[in-house]
């Protein structure tokens, strides 16, 4: 199970951190990504983060303004989002990849969470 958390309202410019908790099971192996949704649209990689060797990979749309992290001993993977504009409202998503690759696509992933919201305000 993955429970994502740290949505909100912010200003334009503004910053949060998403919290995406994994319970019974362990990173491991894993890849763990960040997705995000908005309304009417298709689900859409963030970025992605190998829980075995560190590796990194963002989406074009949030590079340079989003960082992803992880605490593998607390089961638990960052989303740090800075410089948000109103293009960045949707409903956030945690996902697990259980054989590691690093990837940003929908049909990699195994395990969601439930989803955070992310209103970005002009």
């Known amino acids: 199970q993955l429970q994502a958390s740290g949505g909100g309202l912010v200003q334009a410019g503004g910053s949060l951190r998403l919290s995406c908790v994994a319970s019974?099971?362990?990173?491991?192996?894993?890849?763990i990504g960040w997705f995000r949704q908005a309304p009417g649209k298709e689900r859409e990689g963030v970025s992605c983060i190998s829980a075995n060797n560190g590796k990194i990979y963002y989406g074009d749309s949030v590079k340079g303004r989003f960082t992803i992290s992880s605490d593998n001993a607390a089961n638990t993977v960052f989303l740090q989002m800075n410089s948000l504009k109103p293009e960045d409202t949707a409903v956030y998503y945690c996902?697990?990849?259980?054989?590691?690759?690093?990837?940003?696509?929908?049909?990699?992933?195994?395990?969601w969470g439930q989803g955070t919201l992310v209103t970005v305000s002009s």
């Open positions: 996902a697990a990849d259980l054989r590691g690759r690093l990837r940003l696509l929908v049909p990699s992933y195994d395990y």
């Open positions: 019974g099971f362990t990173f491991d192996d894993h890849a």
